[in-house]
């Protein structure tokens, strides 16, 4: 019994070691351990100094019950000596905890104030970015770009993400660049955020959201500031024409019949952006008034699809297998998607074949901008 128990502490004991030696890979995506910008390199240091008071706390006061639990261990029957309290002690050992505390707090409430204060809007790039069940939408107000679940942003630029919710609560991290903060219905939110490295970074929703949270995730695509304004650029250019007949043509009557009541495409357009943000709340306001039953609801912008790293907000990699896989059943990707519970094609009348489902996939992955452009995407 005792040998078995002592492999069970054993085996209990390798499983943490195992879990801590990976927790502390820097090479994963989200690893705080490596920070690209100034709030991420902030929170680290302040891991970091309170992580090392913690040890020498932690070796201190287990040395201290290991060196007494075995000095004065059982040895013969004799009862020991019997004391009670020891006003001394019992001041040192609560001045001491409270120094220490003390000496944590000051510089956490620095950095907390830190990281309130926002630069000069002029100065700054804004974004504006939106929680939805379970994927994000940012939308660019100054530049009128809107999209979906790639945020771009320019390195060494100070930015601010005004943060908000449609639905329930969620939260904006991007581990190595800065975060979190929550993104609450009806309560605006900010965050400054600052990426010092062009790059592509993992972005993830941190506040417990619904059955899809965990699958609530989102790219960060860090571009030189020229590579920035091409990207702009090219948000703003129209795709390519389609060969009338061709697989994407067919795809794009599919789309425009059972897809784009609720997701647009043709963002690129002169005074598309404020056309986007009045279709998306007509979307919303309408799910909202009838959650069974609405044929719309909010759903992510898909101008430009083709140019996607990622689908189904960072969960798959974005090509036909996938796609077609995703629009055959989203469940199977992701469960709980409103797609699933009110686009028309997933009722058993109106549902697409395997050859229009492939259309409708190769049309989307069509979207591109036409022009030929020297960005480069950080894939
Ligand atoms: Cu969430």
Redesign the pocket.
Known sequence: MYKRIKSIIGLGLMFSLLLFVIACNSDSPQSTFDPHGPIAELQKNLFMFTFWIAVVVFIIVEGGILYLTFKYRKKDDKLPVQTHGNLKLEITWTIIPAIIVVIIAIPTVLAIWETQVMPEEEDSLVIEAVGHQ?WFEFKYPTEEVVTANELHLPEDKDVIVNLRSQDVL??FWIPKIAGKVDMVPNHENQLYIKADEPGLYYGQ??????IA?AM?RFRVIVHTPENYQNWLDEMRTPPAKLASGSDEDEGRKLFVGNCSMCHTYDSYKKGAYTKEITSQYNRWEEWKNDKENSAIVSAPNLTHYGNRITLAAGIKENNLENLIKWIENPDEIKIGTRMKNHASIYRDENELSNEQINQIAKYLLSLKPSQESSATYNK
Do not use: D, P, Q
């Not at 929703?205 to 619904?210: I, V």
């Open positions: 379970w969620h939260s929703c941190a506040e417990f959201c619904g949270h609530m």
